[in-house]
């Protein structure tokens, strides 16, 4: 035996929208509020990247990989169309401003019932200029009065839209504008790599004995100079004896017993700090520089700080490198 229930009822299929209006929801995508960036993409070869940045809208252009530097970037006819929908609905979206006249189709929609429901007359309503055409010259004197309110209605909504499509042709022109823009900023950028080495020559160039060089050399000089740690007191004075001219450097050697053994490096005061305080320099020639250096040492064991005053003479060798011509000890002079 068989029952009705032993097999399922078979579900209805599947037939479609007929009326197509699923054609008539908006662009999910394209409106959705948590779309931040927008790209149309150019078959020559560039990115246009639009971007919210807050109340504003940031544009930007991006070269693909390949493309030569151009001085210029041509849009298509539907390029530029979508550019301009992209800017119109970003726009749309910041001042609330509808700049699509899609509400005219749905007063078309209601008024096409209308007649169909009175079966009087036939016509259409051009949702761009307002004009009605009329197929059924029978047509009844209360539908003429309905069909006359509907015209004036869609002529006052054709009014109101025209500030709007003011609007979308503002923005198109300033998005063309602003590609226009940054075309001018790329080739600026290209240029200023592949400038002339005339165009670098301009650039001004620091001198050997300018103040900036000079005071650096000195700081550097002395602090190596009074360096006796245990550790870096090697290192340290032949780097400084390295920037002496000759007669200065058999002087420097002699007084101060270059290398001096450890055991006596070791009972001189450790961990003392040099704290460089001013430097003061006068142009004694075009060459040469004479140049005041006040320091004081600090030991880490005592509050008691020692100053030191040491008058250096800078000249310059024939490359330009800074050497110690004279060096004059005046710590205990006033």
Excluded: C
Aim: glycine residues 6%.
């Amino acid at each position: 035996m068989n029952y009705s229930d032993d097999y399922s009822t078979p579900a209805a299929s599947f037939s479609g929208d007929e009326t197509g209006a699923i054609f008539d929801a908006p662009d999910v995508v394209r409106q959705s509020p948590t779309t931040n960036e927008r790209v149309v993409d150019t078959q020559s070869g560039y990115l246009v990247v639009i971007k919210r940045a807050e109340a504003k809208i940031a544009i930007s252009v991006k070269r693909r990989i390949g493309t030569p530097p151009s001085s210029a970037i041509y849009l298509t006819p539907d390029e530029s169309l979508k550019l301009s929908a992209i800017l119109a609905d970003m726009v749309a979206a910041q001042t609330g401003k509808q700049l699509s006249p899609r509400k005219i189709q749905s007063s078309v929609e209601d008024w096409i019932g209308k007649v169909t429901a009175q079966g009087a007359v036939a016509g259409s309503l051009d949702p761009q200029t307002g004009e009605v055409e009329q197929t059924d010259a029978s047509s009844e004197q209360p539908l003429h009065a309905e069909f006359s309110a509907l015209q004036k209605q869609a002529r006052g909504r054709r009014k109101k839209l025209v500030p709007n499509q003011r609007l979308k042709v503002a923005v198109g022109i300033t998005a063309v504008a602003i590609v226009g823009l940054l075309s001018f900023i790329v080739i600026n950028s290209f240029g200023a790599k592949h400038s002339s080495p005339v165009a670098q020559a301009v650039v001004a160039q620091v001198g050997p004995l300018d103040d900036s060089v000079v005071d650096k050399f000195a700081r550097g000089f002395v602090s190596d100079m009074l360096d006796f740690s245990p550790e870096t007191y090697k290192v340290s004075q032949i780097q400084a004896m390295s920037h002496m001219t000759g007669a200065v450097l058999d002087k420097y050697w002699a007084e101060t017993n270059f290398p001096l053994p450890k055991r006596q490096l070791k009972s001189l005061p450790q961990g003392q700090t040099v704290m460089i305080t001013k430097v003061t320099q006068e142009r004694s020639s075009a060459e040469e520089k004479e140049v005041d250096i006040f320091a004081e040492l600090v030991s880490a064991n005592s509050k008691i700080s020692n100053p030191v005053h040491l008058k250096l003479k800078l000249a310059l060798t024939p490359d330009n490198q800074i050497k110690v011509g004279s060096m004059q000890d005046l710590s205990g002079k006033k």
